[in-house]
């Protein structure tokens, strides 16, 4: 007996189970003690999970939570309230701080076909050894291309 696969069905399941694969990469990417002083304490202090919270400039674009995952080798993880799937994308260290950069998908909310795509641009820098702040922009485009967008928006990152 052979069973019909329903590509739709695997795709959506595939969302909610790529972050759980892509955190599996962070076995050895847990925080130590190091100088802050040198790149490798800089570096130790982002990686891992987060909780974050993002707030836009925009008035009428609401508040989204979220987890982010930093893995050594410059992957980028993440997902909001507001994209509800797997955003993708890197990260590098700066001389204030650290930036992050991801694209996420966008889809229709009536019958979920693929309307285009958001790019995020954040800097930030850390408030504690536990927590870091970022801003920057988020640019919507639709599935030619054409920039829809561009949002300005705050991160704040609380490691769990």
Do not use: C
């Amino acid at each position: 007996m052979r069973t019909e696969l329903n590509r739709r069905s695997l795709l959506s399941r595939g969302g909610t189970l790529a972050p759980l694969v892509g955190l599996g990469l962070l076995g050895g990417a847990t925080a130590a003690t190091a100088d802050s002083s040198t790149k490798e304490g800089r570096l130790i202090p982002l990686l891992g999970t987060w909780a974050v919270q993002v707030t836009f400039q925009s008035p009428n674009i609401p508040s989204e939570a979220g987890l982010f995952a930093f893995v050594a080798d410059g992957i980028f993880f993440g997902t909001t309230t507001g994209a509800g799937h797997l955003s993708l994308g890197s990260w590098h260290l700066t001389s204030g701080g650290f930036q992050y950069a991801f694209r996420h998908f966008m889809y229709a909310d009536d019958d979920g076909r693929w309307v285009g795509e958001v790019r995020v641009q954040q800097n930030g820098k850390f408030t504690s050894a536990n927590s870091w702040e970022a801003s920057g922009t988020g640019t919507a485009f639709d599935t030619q291309g054409n920039q829809l967008q561009v949002v300005q928006s705050a991160t704040a990152g609380t490691r769990y």
